[in-house]
């Protein structure tokens, strides 16, 4: 990982106009002479595009999760939970001192 580079207002003048015209990062890093994760770090120092993942990992926290109602496997309760969770939380803390739940555990009333 090399030190982004100090770019030329020419360079900016540039990257702007190659971002406008959406050309591939591929090309503008040949242009500037310098790799894809360089030129990324200079577009976004330079305030010219946003590669921020924690956006994207916060964009996708706002989801719902999908819950279900299914009766509980175990003791039939049917409080919301979070869907294919088959046992309730309360078993699921019951369980813990089993050494893994096997299919027999599962279907047994
Ligand atoms: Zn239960």
Redesign the pocket.
């Known amino acids: 990982m090399g030190k982004a580079r100090k770019i030329t207002a020419g360079d900016r003048k540039y990257l702007a106009k190659a971002l406008k015209d959406k050309k591939p990062y591929t090309e503008m890093a040949v242009r500037m002479n310098v790799c894809v994760d360089t030129l990324k770090r200079i577009l976004q120092r330079e305030g010219l595009a946003e590669f921020d993942a924690a956006k994207y990992a916060a964009s996708m926290s706002y989801e719902e999760p999908v819950m279900w109602e299914r009766p509980?496997m175990?003791?039939r309760?049917a409080t919301p939970r979070p869907k294919w969770q088959y046992?309730?939380d309360?078993?699921t803390e019951r369980n813990k001192n089993y050494d893994g739940v096997d299919e027999e555990w599962l279907w047994d009333d």
Request: hydrophobic letters at 10%; proline letters at 0%.
């Open positions: 509980c175990k003791c309760d046992i309730c309360r078993c």
